[in-house]
């Protein structure tokens, strides 16, 4: 038995130890790949399209980061997560990044040891019913069979709403968004509930889209947001300043076509430290100076990638809203970058 | 090689651990041993230390928080307010009653198919071969979809039940109509049963169920009396008096007595006027999927199992009751059925213990089974994965050997007896 003990002491330590040692960034570099947990398929936030390449809102900021760390926007590796498997992939290190509309709650921030590091999207949750069912307001789906997507604060938000309204419902609880949209589509059930944003995205893809409707009621907020694993506060660095590096050019009006213009011309010193051209603030946490730059160039500035993937115009549509920056009324503000 | 095996006592050396034959054996196993219960430790004492790296120590308290989410199918009262635990309750039941149902007609299908496809009625045979054939051969969530999608996308919606009073003034008919004289109502969120109503019931309702269940108890009692008074009359006289009529009335009348003392009347669902069917019991599509699917799966195999039953029992047996004028029905009966079923039911166990597992497959069909309840929404709201999975694993694991070993029972009790 001593033998057996020794083997089992040294085995579990060499694993203990190789665990605390490991800093994300290194492994990324080491990989040359960033692995960003997405969502298994919600247009115009992460969705491979017709030549497989992902797009979206959320997929943006992977790429935004990759660009960051590695240089180059292309060398991310996309793994698609449901409701129910996103947050133990993250956990046991099978994803670098979780960047799928994931809202930020006290629990999972505490309990699941996960750290979200910003917020991309304020959203809330709402319903999406068909126009015949003549409903227009969510207090009226009283006796409404409803699907959610199990695995998600929604189902949690809904049995809330539903008791404080005290009116009943009966839940179907379904796997993935594709699931729960087609049990909809066939009538399986009255409504559909999930993030506002999210029906805005489904609505897009339903062939007779003007026969449905999303009501009115926002039951819940829903701050969705990148998350990183507990504990690696550098890497949360990273991920939370190239967002903020995304805000800030925004507010500072760098876009993809002119970071170089302005790069040559800007007298601004926040600018010039964003882009790498005076200070270490790149260097400082682990990367490049020309980090923030390269991913501007990749992606660029977060009203760009807001337009392009699910602005108004696009099938989905949506207002910049609470997404606005806070210059204009909404609630997205970077702190300074110095 | 000689064998001397009166080894002098005194002379024993370490190597004889590895040389000697009389200790080698023991050697092995004790090295054996311990490389297993290495094993173990290590993969437990790694869990351990890598949950308590990660700052989350194993713990159970989370099953008696709040659950705070609504399950579509309960068999036990259940709210939003209810603990984790009860949630787990829930699902557990849901399981319990999906495998139990799926066994029964399984099992059905399987013998009726098994039988037939021994017929010797060319087109019979080839198409319960065709049945098997493609049951088993493709895999069981694709027949749950398979059967899923269909029973949602190609039924009515309730609303197509309805009837408004525009209707009635237009003299048109709703798009869709119930079956069965207007009880029974197929849509696709499920099928509309009509339910048990009692208009002078008990307050509370397990006691108008006990008394109805007395009743039918009672008379089943008094049935069997008369009956064995009739066989000792019989072994007496050589003459059996007539039964029939009074076992007729004392296994009716009463039910229909207390039934009717009760107020007993049926509870037909009503069309819907908002959402969904009024009243009535309703039977839910996942489970209906799962249920169709488990059972058309399972029963393949179990086709299969009859058959190599039947088919082991050799033809002499069939020709030697023959020559004793045993007519057909009763060889089957009588002579090969139950040599058949000591090679049926030890195999026939494991198809039940596949069954009763692959309801966790529920969550493809929308069913809300163990593991939807605490290895879905539990596991995902707490965060607690370890916990979760080491609980259903026990708790699949306890349902599993409770079944192998009351099954065992009836094996043995179909065993050949050797006196």
Same mark, same amino acid.
């Given at each position: 038995m001593k033998k057996s003990v020794f083997f089992g002491a040294l085995a579990a330590t060499t694993l203990v130890a190789g665990m605390a040692s490991a800093a994300t960034i290194d492994d990324v570099k080491a990989r040359g790949e960033l692995l960003c947990g997405s969502s298994t398929g919600l247009t115009g936030f992460g969705a491979p399209d017709a030549s497989g390449n992902w797009t979206g809102f959320d997929v943006d900021l992977c790429r935004a980061v990759a660009a960051a760390v590695?240089? /180059? @926007?292309? %060398?991310v590796k996309f793994v698609p997560l449901t409701g129910e498997t996103r947050f133990t992939a993250l956990q046991s290190g099978e994803v670098d990044l979780l960047s799928r509309n994931s809202t930020w709650t006290m629990s999972r921030d505490s309990e699941l040891a996960l +750290?979200?590091? $910003?917020?991309n999207y304020y959203d809330g949750q709402g319903f999406m019913v068909k %126009? +015949? =069912?003549?409903?227009?307001? $969510? %207090?009226? =789906? /009283?006796g409404a069979t409803v699907c959610i997507q199990t695995g998600t604060t929604t189902e949690l938000n809904l049995a809330d709403f539903f008791k404080q309204n005290n009116i009943t419902y009966q839940p179907v609880n379904v796997a993935d968004d594709n699931e729960a949209q087609s049990q909809y589509v066939a009538g399986a059930c009255d409504a559909y509930t999930t993030d506002a944003s999210g029906l805005a995205a489904s609505r897009a893809t =339903?062939?007779? @889209?003007?026969n449905h409707i999303i009501l009115p009621e926002i039951i819940s907020k829903e701050p969705l947001g990148p998350v990183v694993r507990h504990g690696d506060s550098n890497w949360g660095d990273i991920v939370r300043w190239t967002y903020y590096a995304l805000l800030i050019a925004e507010e500072k009006g760098i876009t993809q076509a002119n970071v170089e213009e302005v790069l040559a011309s800007t007298t601004d010193e926040e600018v010039k430290r964003l882009l790498g051209a005076s200070g270490d603030m790149g260097v400082k946490i682990?990367? +490049?100076?020309a980090a923030f730059k390269n991913a501007i160039l990749a992606v660029g500035n977060y009203g760009e990638i807001f337009a392009r993937n699910?602005?108004?115009?696009?099938?989905?549509?949506?207002?910049?809203?609470?997404? $606005?920056?806070w210059t204009q009324g909404g609630l997205q503000y970077a702190p300074p970058f110095r | 090689m000689t064998m001397i095996n009166a080894a002098p006592r005194d002379d024993f050396r370490l190597s004889m651990l590895i040389y000697d034959t009389r200790y080698r054996a023991i050697t092995i196993q004790l090295f054996v041993l311990a490389l297993v219960l290495a094993a173990i430790w290590w993969l437990g004492s790694n869990l351990q230390a890598n949950l308590e790296a990660k700052g989350?120590?194993? #713990? &159970?308290?989370?099953?008696? #928080?709040? *659950?705070g989410y609504d399950i579509g199918q309960t068999f036990i009262p259940y709210t939003s307010d209810s603990t984790h635990f009860r949630a787990m309750l829930v699902g557990l039941l849901n399981t319990l009653v999906l495998a139990l149902f799926g066994c029964l007609f399984a099992t059905i299908i399987g013998v009726i198919v098994g039988v037939l496809r021994l017929s010797k009625n060319w087109l019979v045979a080839l198409l319960t071969s065709i049945y098997v054939e493609i049951f088993r051969n493709i895999p069981l969530l694709l027949w749950i979809l398979v059967i899923f999608v269909p029973l949602y996308e190609m039924t009515p919606a309730p609303n197509a039940f309805k009837v408004t009073d525009e209707m009635i003034a237009s003299g048109t008919e709703p798009a869709a109509s119930m079956i069965l004289g207007g009880t029974v109502a197929v849509t696709n969120r499920g099928t509309y049963i009509p339910g048990f109503l009692f208009d002078?019931? &008990?307050? *509370?309702?397990w006691m108008t169920t006990l008394a109805i269940f007395l009743v039918i108890a009672g008379s089943l009692a008094v049935h069997l009396t008369l009956n064995a008074r009739a066989r000792r009359v019989q072994e007496a006289t050589g003459v059996r008096p007539t039964t029939w009529w009074k076992s007729l009335i004392v296994l009716f009348a009463p039910l229909v007595l207390v039934l009717w003392a009760l107020g007993f009347h049926l509870d037909i669902p009503q069309p819907p006027t908002r959402f969904n069917f009024e009243g009535g019991v309703v039977v839910q599509n996942p489970f209906v999927a799962m249920l169709i699917a488990l059972s058309l799966y399972t029963g393949a195999f179990i086709a299969e199992i009859v058959r190599a039953g039947i088919q082991s029992v050799s033809r002499g047996q069939t020709e030697a009751a023959f020559a004793l004028g045993l007519r057909p029905n009763r060889t089957m009966n009588l002579v090969i059925l139950p040599q058949a079923l000591r090679v049926i039911i030890p195999p026939l166990i494991s198809q039940f213990l596949n069954l009763t597992k692959n309801t966790s497959l529920g969550i493809a069909a929308s069913y809300a089974d163990l593991r939807g309840t605490l290895g879905g929404v539990t596991l995902n709201q707490t965060g607690r994965e370890v916990e979760a999975m080491l609980l259903m694993m026990l708790i699949y694991l306890s349902i599993s050997l409770i079944i192998s070993s009351l099954m065992n029972v009836y094996n043995r009790s179909v065993q050949l007896k050797e006196r």
């Open positions: 590695l240089g /180059d @926007a292309t %060398k +750290d979200f590091v $910003a917020v %126009k +015949d =069912l003549g409903v227009s307001s $969510a %207090k009226e =789906l /009283d =339903l062939p007779d @889209a003007e682990g990367l +490049d100076n699910i602005g108004e115009g696009t099938s989905i549509n949506l207002a910049r809203g609470l997404n $606005a920056l | 989350r120590p194993l #713990s &159970f308290e989370f099953l008696w #928080s709040r *659950a002078r019931g &008990f307050e *509370a309702g």
